[in-house]
């Protein structure tokens, strides 16, 4: 056997070989329900819009409506185009169509999604927004901070993709509280951030911070607000900056970025919601994103408004300054700007 034939018998083998491992994978990928049904779709980027690379299998999803969606670019702030006047109305819902929608939600195949953060400084509606999402898209959420979350009972039973490393990308989008920059460009596909007013948030995670991990009563917790002690005025300060740091990072740094505000959620849930399952790149199914906010209220216990005003007139001024700054943050990169926020009375 010359040197000639060898090889063109080698090329010939291998091309038989590679060709048989292809088809087996492809055998493999078809049958396997989960791979070849709910798969993440991959993103395709252009210069000034978003297209979503509808394959001809999410097509063929029941009720699916997204082909031809687009996104308006504003620097790296994506405003994603929805027209939701077609959608189911709540009334046509029944409960054992939206329970469904609960019971179906699964864990995606390990590497299949991309990363997209879910930021948001504390009590500003990410663990509502985590639930409505799962619904909407029938996939789980993970969470940046699954090793002291994934004991938790909520966690085991609901968010489930928050039990493991979020770096296994089977998540649809990841809960995250950290700011800093060199966590932001871990989410190469970008992030969602949700925007509440301060003034509520703190005093929410007030709550929960002392309330729910330190065991002070709730009374006690009142009272330390009323009397505006050292004991709530020390947190302020730390917790201001915090709202603004997160916001103005995030905002700054992140090269993908969809901005939700908390008030437009709670005003708007459907718009809202349709926006982020866009942004997320899945299909848009109505029922589902009907279903979810049949399911998932805005938490009480984030409400927690209180009927005096807990804060000092210079707590008032520093939070509107830093408050103003994300508004202008937000003015200069081309974004929409901040709601108008309700900021207790003024004494
Ligand atoms: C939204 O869709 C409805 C029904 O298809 C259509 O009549 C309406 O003009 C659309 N609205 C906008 C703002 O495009
Ligand atoms: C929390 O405080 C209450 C009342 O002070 C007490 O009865 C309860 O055992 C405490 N719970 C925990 C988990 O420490
Ligand atoms: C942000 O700015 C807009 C106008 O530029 C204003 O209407 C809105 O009230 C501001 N929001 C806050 C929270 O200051």
Same mark, same amino acid.
């Given at each position: 056997m010359d040197m000639k034939s060898a090889t063109q018998k080698i090329t010939k083998y291998s091309w038989t070989g590679l060709f048989l491992i292809l088809f087996m994978l492809y055998i493999v990928r078809n049958t396997h329900p989960d791979l070849s049904d709910r798969q993440s779709r991959p993103i395709k980027f252009q210069r000034d819009t978003v297209v979503y690379d509808v394959s001809p299998k999410e097509k063929k999803?029941?009720? /699916? @409506? =997204? /082909?031809?969606v687009t996104m308006q670019r504003r620097g790296n702030l994506l405003y994603p185009m929805v027209n939701v006047t077609n959608f189911p109305r709540i !009334? !046509?819902?029944d409960e054992e169509e939206c329970q469904a929608m609960m019971d179906d939600v699964i864990v995606a195949p &390990?590497?299949? #999604? %991309?990363?997209?953060a879910l930021a948001? +400084? %504390?009590?500003?509606?990410n663990t509502w927004t985590r639930s409505l999402l799962q619904v909407a898209t029938g996939y789980s959420t993970g969470s940046v901070h699954w090793e002291s979350e994934r004991n938790r009972q909520r966690v085991q039973e609901w968010?489930?993709?928050? @039990?493991? !490393?979020? #770096?296994?990308? @089977?998540?649809v989008c990841v809960k995250t509280h950290e700011f800093s920059i060199d966590h932001i460009p871990i989410f190469n596909n970008g992030a969602i951030i949700l925007i509440r007013n301060p003034y509520y948030s703190v005093v929410s995670d007030y709550f929960r911070f +002392?309330?729910?991990?330190? =065991?002070?009563s709730r009374d006690q917790l009142v009272e330390s607000m009323e009397s505006r002690n050292d004991h709530w005025t020390k947190v302020l300060l730390p917790q201001f900056q915090r709202w603004k740091l997160t916001n103005i990072n995030w905002i700054n740094n992140c090269k993908r970025l969809l901005v939700v505000f908390f008030e437009d959620l709670e005003r708007d849930p459907v718009r809202e919601l349709t926006r982020m399952v866009t942004f997320l790149g899945q299909p848009l199914l109505p029922r589902r994103i009907m279903c979810a906010i049949y399911n998932f209220r %805005? #938490?009480? &216990? *984030?409400?927690? *408004? #209180? =009927?005096? !005003?807990?804060? @000092?007139p210079e707590m008032h001024a520093i939070l509107d300054s830093y408050i103003q700054e994300v508004n202008i943050t937000l003015l200069q990169k081309g974004g929409n700007p901040l709601p108008t926020y309700e900021k207790y009375a003024l004494t």
């Amino acid at each position: 056997m010359d040197m000639k034939s060898a090889t063109q018998k080698i090329t010939k083998y291998s091309w038989t070989g590679l060709f048989l491992i292809l088809f087996m994978l492809y055998i493999v990928r078809n049958t396997h329900p989960d791979l070849s049904d709910r798969q993440s779709r991959p993103i395709k980027f252009q210069r000034d819009t978003v297209v979503y690379d509808v394959s001809p299998k999410e097509k063929k999803r029941k009720g /699916s @409506t =997204n /082909s031809g969606v687009t996104m308006q670019r504003r620097g790296n702030l994506l405003y994603p185009m929805v027209n939701v006047t077609n959608f189911p109305r709540i !009334d !046509d819902l029944d409960e054992e169509e939206c329970q469904a929608m609960m019971d179906d939600v699964i864990v995606a195949p &390990a590497s299949s #999604m %991309p990363l997209i953060a879910l930021a948001s +400084f %504390p009590r500003s509606g990410n663990t509502w927004t985590r639930s409505l999402l799962q619904v909407a898209t029938g996939y789980s959420t993970g969470s940046v901070h699954w090793e002291s979350e994934r004991n938790r009972q909520r966690v085991q039973e609901w968010f489930l993709a928050g @039990t493991e !490393d979020y #770096m296994r990308q @089977t998540g649809v989008c990841v809960k995250t509280h950290e700011f800093s920059i060199d966590h932001i460009p871990i989410f190469n596909n970008g992030a969602i951030i949700l925007i509440r007013n301060p003034y509520y948030s703190v005093v929410s995670d007030y709550f929960r911070f +002392f309330g729910g991990l330190k =065991n002070i009563s709730r009374d006690q917790l009142v009272e330390s607000m009323e009397s505006r002690n050292d004991h709530w005025t020390k947190v302020l300060l730390p917790q201001f900056q915090r709202w603004k740091l997160t916001n103005i990072n995030w905002i700054n740094n992140c090269k993908r970025l969809l901005v939700v505000f908390f008030e437009d959620l709670e005003r708007d849930p459907v718009r809202e919601l349709t926006r982020m399952v866009t942004f997320l790149g899945q299909p848009l199914l109505p029922r589902r994103i009907m279903c979810a906010i049949y399911n998932f209220r %805005p #938490m009480e &216990a *984030h409400r927690s *408004h #209180m =009927n005096f !005003d807990p804060y @000092t007139p210079e707590m008032h001024a520093i939070l509107d300054s830093y408050i103003q700054e994300v508004n202008i943050t937000l003015l200069q990169k081309g974004g929409n700007p901040l709601p108008t926020y309700e900021k207790y009375a003024l004494t």
